[in-house]
């Protein structure tokens, strides 16, 4: 799951034009409707931390087998988040982004949430 996030935070998770549901950096996505929404909500995550991040996040490329404590934290939300644990997405949070985005924040990375378990088994 983290490499999926990894891809779109370095801008890397461009689809091919036949409308695949993977990214060139050989990661497969969920079915055909999950696997859109899984993208356009990792992409709107990340752009989103690119911009509202308390500090410039660490973020190891695709296939990295270390996670930084920033990735780490990332993979805690969603997480949280798949099994509704509210407070502990909202903590993980509160560390990435100042207390006005964490909403936002959480708002993005639900979709995506959603489809943990399938992110999990594709990646």
Known sequence: MIDH???HWFGIADGDASGHE???SGLAYPARAAGKVARWSLERTATFLHHAAR???RINVVGSADAT???I???K??????????DTARAQARW???APAIDALLGRAKPVAELYPQMQRAA
């Open 96 to 98: 990435l982004v100042p």
């Open 69 to 71: 404590p920033h990735e």
């Open 55 to 57: 500090a410039r996040l």
């Open 5 to 7: 996030f990894r891809a």
């Open 73 to 75: 934290s990332i993979m």
């Open 77 to 86: 939300i969603f997480e949280a988040l798949a099994t509704g644990d509210d």
């Open 22 to 24: 993977s990214d060139c």
